[in-house]
């Protein structure tokens, strides 16, 4: 009995469970365009590859691949995925996502050697 007892600034934490998953018949794709679309139950996510990832795209964007969740779910994942972006940032530095900012010399193409 005296294992339960807590003192009085300690609290009982909740017991966390794990939930066990297998990701065995998984099937891995790269996407780097995403669009993000709802109605009032679900959110929508639509992710395929941009065959012209700079400036307007010419030809439409193949959406290969779609998830819809509830917006509870969505949150999670929002939730999730800030987490993961976050540690990203400290241990490697900030991602840009503005394209031109990232552009070196204003050419469009790798970083030139000094």
């Known amino acids: 009995m ?4 807590k003192t009085d600034g300690e609290q009982q934490q909740p017991q966390q469970h ?3 998953v297998t990701d065995k018949n998984a099937i891995s794709l790269y996407a ?14 639509d992710f395929g590859l941009n065959a012209q990832p700079f ?3 010419t030809e439409p964007v193949e959406v290969k691949q779609r998830i819809v969740v509830n917006y509870y779910t969505a949150k ?10 976050q540690r990203h940032e400290q241990a490697f530095g900030v991602l840009e996502t503005d394209v031109q900012k ?13």
Do not use: K, W, Y
């Open 18 to 20: 794990r939930v066990e």
């Open 32 to 45: 780097n365009f995403c669009r993000v679309t709802g109605t009032p139950e679900e959110l929508i996510l």
């Open 2 to 5: 005296a294992d339960q007892e």
């Open 55 to 57: 400036g307007v795209p």
């Open 102 to 114: 990232r552009v070196v010399g204003g050419r469009g193409g790798r970083p030139q050697a000094s």
């Open 76 to 85: 999670r994942m929002l939730q999730a995925l800030h987490m993961s972006v």
